[in-house]
Nanobody, 126 residues
C-alpha cells in the first residue's frame, strides 16, 4: 500500500504561483499513475490534472489548462503540481491520488484511484 503526503499549499494573491508536492512511501511511485484533484467547500471533488507512470502522458481540466503543470520525479518518489496565474476560484483543498498502472493511460475519475493523500489547502485572495 502506498502512502501519499501533500505539501506546498498556502495563501497566495491572485496571479501568484504555488508548487504542490506529493511524496509517496511504501511503494515505488513508478508503478503508479498519479492525479491531482481539488475540493472547494460545498462542492464535489473535481479532477485537476493527471500523469501516467512515466510522465510521458498528461491531461488537464479545461479550467487549469495553460496555467497548471503536472510532473513527477520517480527517482524521488514524488509528484508535483505547478500552479501559475492563480485565481480566487482555484481556492480549494488539493489532493493527490495514485493508481497502480504502468500503461500510457491517464485517469480522470475520482473512483479510478486507489490511494489518496490527506490534502493541502490552497487559498487565493483577490
Amino acid at each position: 500500500q502506498v502512502q501519499l503526503i501533500e505539501s506546498g499549499g498556502g495563501l497566495v494573491q491572485a496571479g501568484g504561483s504555488l508548487r504542490l508536492s506529493c511524496a509517496a512511501s511504501g511503494h515505488t511511485l513508478s508503478n503508479y499513475a498519479m492525479g491531482w484533484f481539488r475540493q472547494a467547500p460545498g462542492k464535489e471533488r473535481e479532477f485537476v490534472a493527471a500523469v501516467n507512470w512515466s510522465g510521458g502522458s498528461t491531461y488537464y481540466a479545461d479550467s487549469v489548462k495553460g496555467r497548471f503543470t503536472i510532473s513527477r520525479d520517480n527517482a524521488k518518489n514524488t509528484g508535483y503540481l505547478q500552479m501559475n496565474s492563480l485565481k480566487p476560484e482555484d481556492t480549494a483543498v488539493y489532493y493527490c491520488a495514485a493508481k497502480p498502472s504502468t500503461f500510457a493511460t491517464v485517469y480522470t475519475g475520482v473512483y479510478d484511484y486507489n490511494y489518496w493523500g490527506q490534502g493541502t489547502q490552497v487559498t487565493v485572495s483577490s
